[in-house]
């Protein structure tokens, strides 16, 4: 799972951004379930945000927390944030 969405972010990356001269976008994972403890270190060093829904509630793990899309909308709704 997580290393289909890997490679799917770096082939759009490539083809869709810098084939074409665009600056890089941000790299986010949105997932179905949790990632796994083993996967989130390996997201993080890639600059890959994932994003998973957690029973009844989505979580999350951003390698930048400032940027992170889930912590902003999480704080829009005024919900905790994730990990």
């Known amino acids: 799972m997580s290393r289909e969405a890997i490679g799917q972010?770096?082939?759009?990356?490539?083809?869709?951004?810098?084939e074409l001269g665009q600056p890089d976008p941000a790299l986010v994972a949105l997932f179905s379930e949790p990632v796994g403890a083993?996967?989130?270190p390996l997201l993080k060093s890639l600059g890959i945000e994932?994003?998973?829904w957690d029973g009844d509630t989505w979580d999350g793990?951003?390698?930048d927390v400032m940027t992170s899309l889930l912590k902003i909308a999480q704080v829009q709704a005024n919900q905790p944030i994730g990990t």
């Open 38 to 40: 083993a996967f989130l």
């Open 50 to 52: 994932s994003i998973w």
């Open 9 to 18: 972010l770096f082939a759009y990356r490539h083809f869709w951004y810098r």
């Open 61 to 63: 793990a951003a390698p």
